[in-house]
Nanobody, 127 residues
Framework: QVQLVESGGGLVQAGGSLRLSCAAS????????MGWFRQAPGKEREFVAA????????RYADSVKGRDTISRDNAKNTVYLQMNSLKPEDTAVYYC????????????????????WGQGTQVTVSS
């Protein structure tokens, strides 16, 4: 089992920045690829970004490419999502997730590839 706890969400004005953190506990963190997803009210959960277990490879949704940066610190069992130039359409609950297969199967954007999920953190961007 892997337990994931997100933090760092909040209310920010458009154009601002937030840094989300996801702390993991349980099994060896460095064995897992990590992803960030988000879910806006009335919409399906969608892929935001993912990072390989070593941290050497990343992938982003087109909607956040160039604005967000995913990173991880395996010594601290934590994955981060730095979000810049935030827009009102970024408003959502943000979830981190862990997977042992997503990167191997090259399906990092798929929710079903992730085995463990956090409880989410709310990000609200005001216009």
């Amino acid at each position: 089992q892997v337990q994931l706890v997100e933090s760092g969400g909040g209310l920010v004005q458009a154009g601002g920045s937030l840094r989300l953190s996801c702390a993991a506990s349980g099994r060896t963190f460095s064995n897992y690829a990590m992803g960030w997803f988000r879910q806006a009210p009335g919409k399906e959960r969608e892929f935001v970004a993912a990072i390989s277990s070593s941290g050497g490879t990343t992938r982003y949704a087109d909607s956040v490419k160039g604005r967000d940066t995913i990173s991880r610190d395996n010594a601290k069992n934590t994955v981060y999502l730095q979000m810049n130039s935030l827009k009102p359409e970024d408003t959502a609950v943000y979830y981190c997730a862990a997977s042992t297969t997503a990167w191997v199967r090259l399906r990092v954007v798929l929710l079903g590839e992730y085995d463990y999920w956090g409880q989410g953190t709310q990000v609200t961007v005001s216009s």
